[in-house]
């Protein structure tokens, strides 16, 4: 079985300072002093492929991601964690890319590779979109199910069985009959940490390098054109003073409204 | 310059819809601010012409109607293989579904066919004479971002609660049914397993809610404190919460968890994602802690307070108890 899974490496939206009005162009947004990471449900994705070779056997994971000069140390630590090949498509950083641009350069490397299949993040902490990878599936023309936190192979690897959290906290059981993508969900699966040992090799490990021109020429189809601060939709009113004031405040609010 | 077209897809299920999905026809009329639109429902399942009918019959759009007989929901892959024709004869400028978990497994594969743009998780939507600009929240919720289609159409999967209609509902418009041939596909929907919500959670007066700004397993024991102090109180979590173990999945508020609206609403180091908003939004009074004032969950609060947790807790605790004390002496 061969495995694809796609990273993306964030800024750490936990130790980012954030402008209060945000530039008048989003491509004035940027990040700068802010630690860049993997993002959370692509280790998960990277765990699940872990997971799926160890009970399927004889399978060779590659992990790709698509940035800027240093995105590739994100594929460093999947390799860590017992991925076996690195892609980086190197693209000069944008905040706000189009999805259609990474999911066309994604699919232009994954064409003619012969994959399984194709693991995503369920989406990306910093876009939140989710989108990348069902579009990945569409420029394929494979079958795409979302938000999957369990899977097991049938059929010696031409099914895969599927779970999810849907509405409600149901759960759905899918099968879907291989090639397909899948965009992996937090859940079940802890992502493991990379070994130490296996780190170590992984500094020395030649990524393949590939500039992004030299795999297809995307069309965004569409561009953020707008930065704003969200809207309230309640009254948000902020309590001042000490943190003993607030203390005193809240409970009092609470008894007043006859809460407690 | 002829009519936009707006084709707005509904999922049915034996006849049934999503309740919000109605509220897509309020997208389209604010799409009709500004340009003459003709608007469609395609729906698409079990029964579908109930849904046809009851959708066209309260906004006044016309309606096709798309039959596939089956027990279980249709799979994502199904469905865009049955309205690709349709959405081909019709070429509508925009396509809006209501973003489900079912939507996301499809909704993209449409933009790609249709050489469309694609916007997931819409929140809100500004009409302005160089084209609609589509709002979506990035970075946690902290920022919206307003986004574009280039000429082109563009697909959108739109977050229940964020637009309302309110048609009177007694139209009449012209609703046809049709009888897809179904593809063979490669998905197949074998089960679906109910949740197990606890009564205790859904029916509580307050829900202390933890996030993952509470650091840790052994902070659990704080919050189960405070919510004592409350009548029919419960503690719930967000995902991130449950993921790590601290508290178990049938506590999860949120899209794929626990739906609640207690009269107190209590987000202990929540940042605020639309996943949990989309559990707790219907609560009489939210009051939010975090200690990043610029946390999304501030928005979508009454009363905000910027402390850490770790030091504001035990002292909130304090001040309840004392007060409590207090009415009871007078
Ligand atoms: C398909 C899908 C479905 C999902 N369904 C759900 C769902 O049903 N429910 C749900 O909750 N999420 C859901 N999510 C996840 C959601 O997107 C968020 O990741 C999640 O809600 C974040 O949880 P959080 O607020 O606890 O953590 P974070 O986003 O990490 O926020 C932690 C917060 O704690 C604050 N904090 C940190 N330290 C302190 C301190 N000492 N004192 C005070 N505050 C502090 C931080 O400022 C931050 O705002 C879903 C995601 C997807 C993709
Ligand atoms: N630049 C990128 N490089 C590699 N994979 C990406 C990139 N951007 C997004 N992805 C993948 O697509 C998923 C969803 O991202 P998004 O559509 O931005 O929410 C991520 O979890 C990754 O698996």
């Known amino acids: 079985m061969r495995i694809l899974v796609c990273i993306k490496r964030i800024p750490d939206l936990e130790t980012m300072t954030f402008p209060d009005i945000p530039p008048k ?146 759960q759905e059981v899918l099968e879907v009959r291989l090639p397909a993508l ?42 953020v054109c707008a ?5 309230k939709v309640r009254a948000g009113v902020m309590m001042e003073g000490t943190a003993e004031s607030k203390a005193h405040q809240l409970s009092k609010l609470f008894h007043a409204k006859g809460l407690c | 310059m ?30 009709a601010e500004n340009e003459s639109v003709e608007v469609c429902w395609l729906a698409v399942g079990s029964n579908a012409a109930d849904a046809g009918d009851a959708l066209s019959g309260s906004t006044g759009y016309s309606a096709i109607a798309l039959e596939i007989p089956c027990e279980v ?44 743009a694609y916007v997931s998780g819409v929140q809100g939507l500004v009409v302005q004479d160089g084209g609609p600009i589509f709002q979506r929240a990035v970075l946690g919720g902290k920022y919206m971002a307003g986004v574009k289609a280039d000429d082109r159409p563009v697909v959108l999967t739109v977050l229940p609660g964020y637009f309302k209609f309110e048609g009177n509902g007694s139209h009449s418009a012209e609703m046809e049914t049709q009888q897809p041939s179904l593809p063979v596909t490669r998905t197949r929907l074998i089960e679906i397993k109910e949740s197990a919500t606890e009564a205790a959670l859904t029916q509580a007066s307050t829900v202390v809610a933890a996030g993952r700004g509470i650091g840790s397993e052994d902070n659990l024991d704080l919050l189960s404190r405070l919510a004592a102090l409350f009548p ?55 009051v939010a802690i975090n200690i990043d004032p610029h946390a999304a969950i501030f928005n979508a609060a009454d009363v905000g307070v910027v402390e850490d947790l770790n030091t504001f807790l035990p002292l909130l605790i304090e001040a309840i108890e004392k007060n409590g004390l207090d009415t009871d002496e007078r």
């Open chain 1, 25 to 170: 162009s989003p491509a004035n947004f940027t990040c700068e002093g802010t630690p860049w990471r993997m993002n959370r449900y692509d280790e998960y994705a990277v765990e699940a492929a872990l997971r799926l070779r160890e009970t399927h056997g004889a399978s060779r994971i590659d992990a790709l991601t698509v940035g800027d000069q240093d995105a590739g140390d994100v594929l460093r630590r999947a390799i860590g964690m017992g991925v076996d090949h690195g892609v980086h498509i190197q693209k000069t950083r944008e905040m706000f890319p189009s999805p259609f641009t990474i999911g066309e350069l994604i699919t232009a490397y994954a064409r003619e590779k012969a994959y399984d299949v194709i693991l995503c993040g369920v989406m990306s902490e910093d876009l939140m979109q989710g989108g990348v990878g069902p579009i990945i599936a569409g420029l394929l023309k494979w079958p795409c199910l979302t938000a999957i936190h369990t899977m097991n192979d049938k059929e010696e690897g031409r099914v895969l069985r599927c779970e999810r959290e849907v509405e409600g906290g149901r």
């Open chain 1, 182 to 223: 899948l965009t992996i969900q937090s859940g079940i699966h802890t992502p493991r940490y990379p070994a130490l040992s296996k780190l170590l090799r992984a500094n020395q490990y030649p990524l393949e390098v590939l500039p992004s021109a030299s795999l297809s020429t995307p069309t965004d189809r569409q561009r």
């Open chain 1, 227 to 231: 930065i704003t601060p969200p809207e």
């Open chain 2, 2 to 31: 002829s009519a936009r077209k707006v084709a707005i897809i509904a999922e049915v299920e034996q006849g049934k819809t999503h309740p919000a999905i109605v509220d897509l026809a309020a997208l389209a009329a604010r799409l």
């Open chain 2, 73 to 116: 929901p249709p799979t994502g892959e199904l469905l865009s293989e049955v309205l690709q024709p349709f959405l081909g004869d019709m070429q509508p400028d925009v396509i809006a579904l209501l973003h489900t978990s079912r939507s996301q497994d499809y909704a993209a594969t449409l933009a790609v066919r249709f050489d469309a």
């Open chain 2, 232 to 286: 029919k109180s419960a503690v719930a979590g967000s995902r991130i919460v449950c993921d790590a173990g601290w508290l178990p999945y049938h506590r999860q508020v949120g899209v794929t968890g626990a739906t609640v609206a207690p009269e107190l609403y209590l987000a202990c180091g929540i940042s605020g994602a639309f996943q949990h908003l989309a559990g707790m939004s219907g609560s009489r009074f939210v």
